[in-house]
T-cell receptor, first 111, second 117 residues
Framework: DAKTTQPTSMDCAEGRAANLPCNHS???????VYWYRQIHSQGPQYIIH???NNETNEMASLIITEDRKSSTLILPHATLRDTAVYYC????????????FGKGTSLLVTP | GAVVSQHPSWVICKSGTSVKIECRSL??????MFWYRQFPKQSLMLMAT?????????EQGVEKDKFLINHASLTLSTLTVTSAHPEDSSFYIC?????????????FGPGTRLTVL
């Protein structure tokens, strides 16, 4: 699987947009970008995924650059409950593949 | 949709005993289930991959005779920690991939906190 690089930590004020970057310069043509988050002492939660087009759902938006070497997860209006570790994972869509969790970005949303 | 449950949510046991953890996909069938382990302040580490009706595939360094995995149906996988020791204390998390495939998305259980005294 392609390796990803994320900042170790970020802060965001409540109500503002949180933009979490991820670099995946070695991504292959068949690999998707997945985002998960883990709130303290809970199992990871699926957020969003994409291949090359920008994606949006009720939780977040995913912006993938045209060359697919980086992406940004956007939480449009961060709340205190969005404080978590966010993981950017790149891998093929085959369900037989596990998710390789790196260190992720620890996002702290402050009042 | 896509809910995965785990039972128990936490367990405390004495050293030398065995502990069984259940992972269920509640509203979908899972072609594959995965078991992860997470130590404090560390990321999730894959322990094993299980497919319904076949033997689990263990990651390097994970003892298959100590961590028994049974994937008896498309909605249930169990992890049994045999002869548990204090170093097995950890947060155990399962995940499942739905069938039909949803572009490889996996859904995670809430985790089981195991403490071995």
């Amino acid at each position: 699987d392609a390796k990803t690089t994320q900042p170790t930590s970020m802060d965001c004020a409540e109500g503002r947009a949180a933009n979490l970057p991820c670099n995946h310069s070695t991504i292959s043509g068949n690999e998707y970008v997945y985002w998960y988050r883990q709130i303290h002492s809970q199992g990871p939660q699926y957020i969003i995924h994409g291949l090359k087009n920008n994606e949006t759902n009720e939780m977040a938006s995913l912006i993938i650059t045209e060359d697919r070497k980086s992406s940004t997860l956007i939480l449009p209006h961060a709340t205190l409950r969005d404080t978590a570790v966010y993981y950017c994972i790149v891998r093929p869509p085959n369900s037989g593949y596990a998710l390789n969790f790196g260190k992720g970005t620890s996002l702290l949303v402050t009042p | 949709g896509a809910v995965v449950s785990q039972h128990p949510s936490w367990v405390i046991c004495k050293s030398g005993t065995s502990v069984k953890i259940e992972c269920r996909s509640l509203d979908f069938q899972a072609t594959t289930m995965f078991w992860y382990r997470q130590f404090p302040k560390q990321s999730l580490m894959l322990m094993a991959t299980s497919n319904e009706g076949s033997k689990a595939t263990y990651e390097q360094g994970v003892e298959k005779d100590k961590f028994l995995i049974n994937h008896a149906s498309l909605t249930l996988s169990t992890l049994t920690v045999t002869s548990a020791h204090p170093e097995d204390s950890s947060f155990y998390i399962c995940s499942a991939s739905p069938r039909p495939l949803r572009e490889g998305t996996q859904y995670f259980g809430p985790g089981t906190r195991l403490t071995v005294l």
